[in-house]
């Protein structure tokens, strides 16, 4: 999250802060939510899909806006 703290959401639950990680998500869909601390800045929302064994990274930097914050996923 670019050094930027945010409170991460999956299918609309409050799961913790940025960083995080959870080994113990099962696999399936989910709808991840990143709420900056700095409510000046966009928040994030997306759907992805965890498999078996694979390793789920997201990367992001918040901007002003949506179109102004940029990331990836993989």
């Known amino acids: 999250t670019g050094g930027i703290n945010a409170a991460v959401f999956l299918n609309g639950n409050k799961v913790g802060s940025t960083p995080y990680?959870?080994?113990t998500l099962q696999p399936g869909s989910y709808t991840v939510r990143l709420e900056p601390e700095d409510h000046e800045l966009a928040m994030y929302e997306t759907s992805i899909t965890l498999y078996p064994t694979t390793l789920?990274?997201?990367?992001w930097t918040f901007g002003k806006t949506t179109e102004m914050s940029s990331g990836?996923?993989?």
């Open 72 to 74: 990836v996923v993989y």
């Open 21 to 23: 990680s959870d080994q």
């Open 56 to 59: 789920a990274v997201m990367n």
